[in-house]
């Protein structure tokens, strides 16, 4: 009885203020929005409302006076009535005689009207109230927004939608999705009624077999703690298709089902294959000519590249063969849902490039130190010695100097033990058959420089990429076993015109963590094993290689890329643990 009298005492008490807040917010709820963006590093600021059925955007300089924009506010509607009602009069309606009349337009915060002096920048403040005749608008300054938002072209079952979100004064990760899928097929074309069914409520959607021929929608709302933007609704440009069935991937998944702990780093080193490679007249008929045209398709390659990424869970990602492109818009966007953050390095003269991924729950980024081999080369006097030897040969040297080849190198500090530091190299060396004596120039360049970038920030070497040499070759002898001698048989790789001979000393003792597989490249014409991920064996130790697909898997379609496989290349996959 005590208690029931307590809370209805506390109730009468609560219950004007509870009442008095709900018709606050339905007070605003009730009121248009004016969205204000104005930030301190720009000169204007925007004012975006709907007036009359008009979506009205201003661009104006935030020291100008508050009473410019109202009165250009009140013109604007008095100039759109009367080319209203100068249309009406011209088809024979009945025009009203006075046009001119003017629209109080007025700003008020707290109640108050605000100054026609003001200064913009001041006078827009969040909760303001603009009042447009007898219309209201909430003001809300820089409320979350997003900035892009897309879904992808290529929708395929099985494998995730990953849409392109970037949003201002939020964060993706508190924002709102929900999904929708067709009810059936075209009803969102035929504009049914409830065409559209509620299918999940994640950022990242995977449609399953039973979505195949129906359209996706995605409505999401930018949120910044307890504040909501304006919602975006996705319409997919085309229904989800049916999946290729069992990848070459699908089985590696097994392995990678859980993301690793504070102790291990899961590493993924991969030439994704680069689209402007892919969808040459020679790739098409000579390279892959037993790959299906739709699967060289970037979309297709795209959707598949995507799953199998995410569903390795890595901590550490080097691509090579990345497309500017597919950065940005595809990879980039996707990894960001799995938790991962991204750099890129495009190669000079060419439009892909190398690209490092790293979970931010895991590392943060300390230092970026990207080179242009052959720029370096040039103009580093860390390479002087080397250039000095290499001068003695002009035909090498210019070719060495032509290559746009580039090494880029990402220094990542642990965020559970800053004292761990992991300096990430990433290249794709020179591709010649022949190329060995270049290869060996490269990575002698590469290696100069990883050594400074390591005393500048003590660590350990994580050494990735497509280096176009296989277990037999002499750049491989250098990194596994520390040097090179002058006699060995690459320098000649392309014959004695470019022959110069010169001893190699790496400053590192390096192991390939995933050994020296059959091949990591297998084309029609050729397979052979031409990635690896080095690693220094006194910091981290090999926990677990991801088994490589089965040869009857990667040769189900004759050779890769295929239907199942998006590369001529097959990832290579390791959990490397700290010692």
């Not at 970037?166 to 990760?173: A, R, S, T």
């Not at 449609?207 to 910044?224: A, Q």
């Not at 965020?415 to 002698?444: E, F």
Request: with cysteine; charged share 20%.
């Amino acid at each position: 009885m005590l208690r029931y009298a307590f809370l209805s005492g506390l109730y009468r008490c609560v219950s004007p203020l509870v009442e008095r807040n709900t018709g606050i917010r339905r007070f605003y709820k009730r009121m248009d929005r004016a969205v204000v963006r104005c930030v301190p590093w720009e000169s204007k600021l925007t004012i975006s409302f709907t007036l009359e059925g008009s979506h009205k955007h201003m661009l104006r300089d935030q020291t100008e006076e508050l009473g410019k924009v109202l009165a250009r506010i009140s013109n604007g509607i008095i100039k759109a009535r009367g080319k209203g009602k100068k249309a009406k009069a011209n088809k024979g309606g009945e025009a009203s005689a006075d046009v001119s009349e003017s629209v109080v337009v007025r700003l008020y915060f707290n109640g108050d009207l605000v100054a026609e002096d003001s200064m913009n920048s001041d006078a827009w403040q969040d909760g303001a109230v603009l009042h447009v005749g007898e219309t209201k608008y909430k003001v809300e300054r820089n409320p979350p927004t997003f900035t892009t938002a897309e879904l992808p072209a290529s929708l395929l079952a099985g494998f995730p939608v990953c849409p392109k979100l970037e949003v201002e004064f939020g964060d993706l990760k508190d924002c709102t999705y929900t999904w929708y899928k067709e009810s059936g097929p075209n009803a969102h074309a035929r504009g049914q009624e409830d065409c559209w069914v509620e299918a999940g409520n994640e950022r990242v959607f995977t449609p399953s077999n039973l979505d195949i021929g129906l359209r996706l929608k995605l409505k999401c709302t930018p949120v910044n703690e307890s504040r909501y933007g304006v919602a975006k609704e996705l319409v997919s440009p085309g229904s989800v298709e049916a999946g290729p069935g069992v990848c070459t991937f699908d089985n590696r998944h097994m392995y990678t089902k859980k993301i690793t702990d504070a102790s291990t780093v899961r590493v993924v080193s991969y030439n994704i294959l680069a689209d402007i490679y892919a969808q040459t007249e020679l790739s098409k008929t000579v390279l892959y000519p037993y790959c299906a045209p739709y699967a060289l398709e970037l979309d297709y390659r795209q959707s598949l590249i995507k799953k199998e990424l995410s569903g390795y869970n890595a901590d550490i990602i080097c691509l090579q063969e990345v497309d500017k492109g597919a950065f940005s818009d595809s990879l980039s966007p996707a990894l960001d849902a799995f938790g991962l953050d991204g750099v890129f390095r495009i190669k000079e003269r060419q439009h892909e490039g190398l690209a490092t991924y790293y979970r931010r729950s895991k590392f943060k980024v300390i230092g970026q130190h990207d080179i242009m081999i052959s720029e370096a080369l040039m103009n580093d006097a860390v390479h002087s010695m080397l250039l000095d030897k290499l001068d003695s040969n002009p035909t090498l040297k210019e070719k060495v100097v032509q290559r746009s080849t580039t090494l880029q190198v990402t220094v990542l500090q642990s965020l559970s033990d800053p004292s761990k530091t992991v300096c990430v190299g990433n290249t794709h060396l020179y591709w010649h058959p022949k190329g060995g004596n270049v290869r060996l120039i490269q990575m002698a360049v590469a290696l100069n420089h990883l050594r400074r970038v390591s005393e500048q920030h003590p660590g350990t070497l994580l050494f990735c990429g497509d280096f176009n040499s296989t277990p037999s070759s002499g750049l491989f002898q250098l990194l596994s076993q520390g040097s090179l001698p002058e006699n060995h048989s690459d320098w000649a790789s392309n014959g004695p015109e470019e022959l110069i001979q010169m001893e190699l000393l790496s400053p590192y003792q390096l192991t390939s963590a995933c050994g020296e597989p059959a091949y990591t490249n297998y084309v029609g014409g050729f397979h052979g094993c031409l990635d690896y991920i080095f690693i220094e064996p006194q910091a981290l130790q090999v926990e677990q290689v991801i088994p490589l697909p089965s040869h009857q898997e990667v040769t189900t379609y004759q050779a890769l890329p295929s239907v199942s496989h998006p590369s001529d290349h097959i990832a290579l996959v390791c959990d490397l643990k700290w010692k």
